[in-house]
């Protein structure tokens, strides 16, 4: 089983959606969680760290359960520039990160 | 502020050549330093990290080697490259924040091994 697994989509949504991406992981030591975002043959970039209580940055959600070793990224009103692929991450000991392969997200007009 | 710098952006090498990556981060001290690659159509990999100077661990056993010569300044080399070296290299840093530490990555090195 992979450490860190994502639907790898692609995601084809209007301008305007509501988008979820999901994520498990497999190693219940895990200790931090982000979501970033790489554009087409660009650098991932952090997008933001997923907190236990669950965080929010604008039009962007992120939630954590330990419990079920699950992670999620809610995308509302969805704009054309959030066209790229979003990856799932975790960390054990600050160290070193594991990446998911990522899930694509095209948004249209 | 701090800004990560790697080069070059895109190389194409023969098999059998050697390689060497330069990675340097500007506006930190003693960060954490990673290099990563990202094969087509594949996951980020994490290759070495470094926790200081001369510390170097390694994750994946293969025909690459790291070293980290200053504080701020991490270097991947190969003695002689093979297909499969083919890729996506990324250097990260990370800084701590709150509990955990987040990674910031460069720009990266395109290489093809031809």
């Known amino acids: 089983r992979k450490e860190v697994e994502q639907d790898p989509g692609p995601f084809n949504v209007p301008e305007g959606a509501t988008v979820a991406f999901n994520c498990t992981y497999s190693?219940?030591?895990?200790?931090?969680f982000f979501w970033y975002r790489q554009d087409c043959r660009k650098e991932p970039k952090l997008l933001m760290s997923?907190?236990?209580s669950g965080n929010e940055d604008g039009r962007f959600t992120a939630q954590l359960n330990r419990a079920s070793q699950y992670i999620s990224l809610l995308i509302r009103d969805s704009k054309l520039s959030d066209s790229a692929t979003y990856l799932c991450?975790?960390?054990?000991?600050?160290?070193?990160?594991?990446f998911g392969k990522g899930t694509t997200l095209s948004v249209s007009s | 502020s701090q800004t990560i710098h790697q080069w070059p952006a895109t190389l194409v090498q023969p098999v059998g050549s050697p390689l060497s990556l330069e990675c340097t981060v500007e506006?930190?001290?003693?960060?954490?330093l990673y290099w990563y690659r990202q094969a087509a159509g594949r996951g980020l990999q994490l290759l070495f990290y470094?926790?200081?100077?001369?510390?170097i661990s390694s994750e994946v056993p293969q025909n690459l080697s790291a070293s980290r010569p200053q504080d701020r300044q991490f270097i991947l080399s190969s003695k002689k490259l093979l297909l499969s070296d083919s890729g996506f290299y990324l250097c990260?840093?990370?800084?701590?924040?709150?509990?955990?530490?987040?990674?910031?990555f460069g720009p990266g090195t395109r290489l093809t091994v031809t």
């Open positions: 506006g930190t001290s003693n960060p954490n």
């Open positions: 470094s926790v200081g100077i001369g510390q």
């Open positions: 190693n219940s030591a895990s200790q931090s």
């Open positions: 991450v975790v960390s054990r000991a600050g160290t070193a990160l594991i």
């Open positions: 997923v907190y236990s």
């Open positions: 990260a840093w990370s800084v701590r924040s709150y509990y955990t530490y987040e990674q910031y």
